[in-house]
């Protein structure tokens, strides 16, 4: 099993432009996550999804966009990208019936200038 | 709302030495607690999980931990610290199934030879 695939690993995008970030999960998890990692800050929950065609905001939606059209694969929509937006963005799964003890990817690691 | 406290921003440690890192939490009932580690450029890895049974906990490369209800405290230990054990540690706090988890913002630990 692969576990939780992320690409692309590095991105740098200029002001305005829009990008989206997949994410792909081989191990039939139902939940679905995407956190952004800023230094210092812990792991801020973007948006979430418990499974196919239902999706949730987290603690800092704002100037993000998601959709989960199979269980496999929850990409990331970044529309008009920010350099507030640089950032380090995971995504994670988790199992239902579980602890919540999630998967995490490598990461993707975004620059916005 | 649930919330994590990582008091320890950075802690260094020599080689061989033991090492405890500190994680109080605040949540209303009995809480899922993990800890998780990050690498330099990695996603985060669980090193154990706690929701119920015995209140210390044994988890992957040594480490263990303690969970203490009287104090709100899931502190991670290890009794004698590799070089490779120098990375990013994280105490999460969460309620099962797809709860939101909440991650305490970090301790960089750093391993002097």
């Known amino acids: 099993n692969a576990g939780v695939t992320q690409t692309p690993k590095f991105r740098i995008l200029k002001i305005g432009q829009s990008m989206t970030l997949q994410c792909a999960q081989d191990?039939?998890?139902?939940?679905m996550y995407w956190y952004r990692q800023d230094p210092g800050m812990g792991l801020k929950l973007i948006y979430y999804?418990?499974?196919?065609?239902?999706?949730d905001k987290g603690e800092v939606p704002n100037g993000y966009n998601v959709s989960r059209s199979t269980t496999e694969d929850f990409p990331l929509r970044l529309e008009l990208a920010a350099p507030s937006q640089t950032s380090v963005y995971f995504c994670?799964?988790?199992?239902?019936?579980?602890?919540?003890?999630?998967?995490f990817g490598p990461g993707t690691r975004l620059t916005v200038l | 709302a649930q919330s994590v406290t990582q008091p320890d921003i950075h802690i260094t440690v020599s080689e061989g030495a033991s090492l405890e890192l500190r994680c109080n939490y605040s949540?209303?009932?009995?809480?899922?607690l993990f800890w998780y580690v990050q690498s330099p450029g990695q996603g985060l890895q669980l090193l154990l999980k706690?929701?119920?049974?015995?209140?210390l906990v044994q988890g992957i490369k040594g480490f263990e931990a303690e969970f203490k209800r009287s104090q709100s405290s899931f502190n991670l230990r290890k009794p004698s610290v590799h070089w490779s054990d120098a990375a990013e540690y994280f105490c999460?706090?969460?309620?099962?199934?797809?709860?939101?988890?909440?991650f305490g913002t970090g301790t960089k630990l750093q391993v002097i030879p």
């Open positions: 949540y209303g009932a009995t809480p899922y």
């Open positions: 706690y929701f119920s049974g015995d209140t």
């Open positions: 994670a799964s988790s199992y239902i019936g579980g602890s919540n003890e999630q998967f």
């Open positions: 999804s418990v499974g196919a065609g239902i999706t």
């Open positions: 999460a706090v969460g309620a099962g199934g797809y709860q939101k988890v909440t």
């Open positions: 191990m039939n998890h139902n939940y």
